[in-house]
């Protein structure tokens, strides 16, 4: 079945585009006329269109008006608006608030027909474009998020459902791992996206200084304090405010944060007049918090507040298979903001990473792969080109033991396999012997006598 393009044509001279009309639903579109840009916003109530095509100046409503109710309403119907001569400037007005194109009146049929035919094909495409676009985005990422492992995926559906309610969410999880990016989902996937998202850091900011941060300050209110302040909570009024950080926060500003989250109100530092705002509280940390509570670091009341929605970013080592994507994105990335020819990696060097343990999370991965981009003279970069601790051989080889012409030496290889394994366990663990001693199931003692013996040295050479 073919659909019909549907125009919506808004002017107060109707009579004049009889014509017009008439050839349209020649060429088959499907049109409806009406006389102000009223009776415009109630057609488009009632059904949607492809195009709108508007007339400038038109008792009531004008066409810039319905312009912009359009824009915000139904962005999905293309604008095209008639502008009667010597009003060039109401035209490049109305294209700066989103018509698609414009032209001038009396308008020969066949240019309004090649607009339209144009606009309609910009349309089809737009909306292909979008469909890919949101296909794309349920497999591999959300926003600026990349990963398609199950824990990123799980991930997406918390944030997308998150998304659409008002309640507090604690995100927690090791540094780098991507804290912030979810606060930002959330609230750009979210009815307040288009109010304000206001980040702090309540870790890198002094006492004194964070509490006029977040609840302002009247002028006079301290030494400094030259002129009234309004705080991130009164500026993020209808939107999000991002608690980056919060298990820094000392135990003073904890108290009058636990107010705020209860009430909703606050009065400015040296201030009267209490102040009533509705915002969102996102808040995150790389702290265990329950332990922070259980050592009197920070208060258990204040945590139940935060924590209605807990949101945990398992670390980068526990979902390997995001390594490669990260990878590619960040190649990508870098080498586009560099100017630089895309380069590729090896499948071995991918492997590799894939293997290392990342204690700093994706952050470390993306400073590796800028620095890779720079560096590397070839456009493939191998495992030779990686940083020494994260050149991490195969697991697959180990076990490749061919027995050739004259067999081997059962008790030499033996010795030789164990010798690569404890290198690559010592290797997985960064060094850390304990780690290694869990990962080969031996205790530590064991371990390190089996080093001393066999002369193992960690990091080699
Ligand atoms: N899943 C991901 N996809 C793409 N980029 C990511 C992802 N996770 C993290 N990053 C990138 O890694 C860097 C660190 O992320 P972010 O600042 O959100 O981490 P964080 O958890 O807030 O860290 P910290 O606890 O140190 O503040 C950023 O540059 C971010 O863009
Ligand atoms: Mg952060």
């Not at 304090?225 to 926060?249: C, N, Q, Y």
């Not at 009430?263 to 808040?283: P, S």
């Not at 329950?290 to 670091?297: L, P, T, Y």
């Given at each position: 079945m073919v659909v019909k393009p549907r125009i919506l044509i808004a002017d107060d001279e109707p009579l004049t585009l009889e014509l017009i009309v008439e050839r349209l639903q020649a060429e088959g579109y499907e049109v409806e006329v009406v006389a102000s840009g009223e009776e415009a916003v109630s057609a488009a109530r009632n059904s949607s269109f492809n195009v709108l095509l508007t007339d400038l100046s038109m008792p009531g409503m004008s066409g810039i008006e319905l312009l912009a109710h359009f824009a915000g309403k139904h962005p999905e119907t293309l604008v095209i608006v008639l502008t009667g001569y010597g009003t060039i400037e109401t035209a490049v007005e109305a294209m700066k608030r989103g018509a698609y194109d414009y032209l001038s009146k009396p308008a020969n049929i066949d240019e309004i027909l090649l607009t339209l035919k144009r606009a309609i094909e910009l349309k089809d495409l737009k909306?292909?474009?979008?469909?890919?676009?949101?296909?794309?985005?349920?497999?591999?990422?959300?926003?600026?998020?990349?990963?398609?492992?199950?824990?990123?995926?799980?991930?997406?559906?918390?944030?997308?459902?998150?998304?659409?309610?008002?309640?507090?969410?604690?995100?927690?999880?090791?540094?780098?791992?991507?804290?912030?990016?979810?606060?930002?989902?959330?609230?750009?996937?979210?009815?307040?996206?288009?109010?304000?998202?206001?980040?702090?850091?309540?870790?890198?900011?002094?006492?004194?200084?964070?509490?006029?941060?977040?609840?302002?300050?009247?002028?006079?209110?301290?030494?400094?304090?030259?002129?009234?302040?309004?705080?991130?909570?009164?500026?993020?009024?209808?939107?999000?405010?991002?608690?980056?950080?919060?298990?820094?926060?000392?135990?003073?500003?904890?108290?009058?944060?636990?107010?705020?989250?209860?009430?909703?109100?606050?009065?400015?530092?040296?201030?009267?007049?209490?102040?009533?705002?509705?915002?969102?509280?996102?808040?995150?940390?790389?702290?265990?918090?329950?332990?922070?509570?259980?050592?009197?670091?920070?208060?258990?009341?204040?945590?139940?507040?935060?924590?209605?929605?807990?949101?945990?970013?398992?670390?980068?080592?526990?979902?390997?298979?995001?390594?490669?994507?990260?990878?590619?994105?960040?190649?990508r990335q870098h080498c586009r903001k560099k100017d630089i020819p895309q380069k590729k990696m090896s499948k071995g060097a991918v492997e590799s990473l894939q293997m290392y343990e990342w204690p700093g999370n994706v952050r470390e991965l993306e400073n590796v792969i800028e620095r890779l981009v720079i560096l590397t003279d070839g456009d493939e970069i191998e495992i030779s080109d990686l940083p020494k601790r994260m050149q991490i051989p195969r697991q697959a080889e180990i076990a490749k033991i061919e027995f050739g012409e004259e067999g081997i030496n059962l008790k030499d290889t033996l010795d030789e396999l164990e010798n690569r394994l404890i290198l690559d366990a010592l290797q997985k663990a960064s060094g850390v012997k304990n780690k290694a001693a869990k990962l080969l199931g031996l205790n530590r003692t064991t371990l390190i006598e089996k080093m001393k013996k066999k002369q193992i040295e960690f990091p080699v050479g």
């Open positions: 909306e292909e474009n979008v469909l890919l676009r949101s296909q794309l985005q349920d497999q591999h990422r959300l926003d600026r998020l990349i990963g398609q492992s199950p824990a990123m995926q799980a991930l997406y559906r918390i944030i997308r459902r998150v998304s659409k309610t008002d309640s507090t969410v604690l995100v927690t999880g090791e540094s780098g791992t991507g804290k912030e990016l979810i606060a930002n989902a959330i609230h750009y996937n979210g009815s307040r996206r288009d109010m304000p998202f206001v980040p702090i850091n309540c870790g890198a900011i002094p006492e004194e200084l964070l509490e006029s941060e977040l609840f302002g300050h009247e002028k006079g209110a301290f030494t400094g304090a030259l002129k009234e302040r309004r705080g991130r909570f009164e500026l993020a009024h209808k939107g999000t405010v991002f608690l980056d950080e919060i298990g820094e926060m000392s135990p003073k500003l904890q108290v009058k944060l636990l107010r705020f989250l209860q009430e909703t109100k606050f009065q400015r530092i040296g201030g009267t007049k209490t102040i009533e705002v509705d915002v969102r509280i996102l808040a995150a940390t790389n702290k265990d918090l329950e332990k922070a509570v259980a050592d009197s670091e920070f208060r258990e009341d204040l945590f139940y507040r935060l924590n209605v929605i807990p949101i945990h970013v398992p670390p980068l080592r526990e979902r390997e298979g995001d390594v490669p994507l990260l990878i590619r994105h960040f190649l």
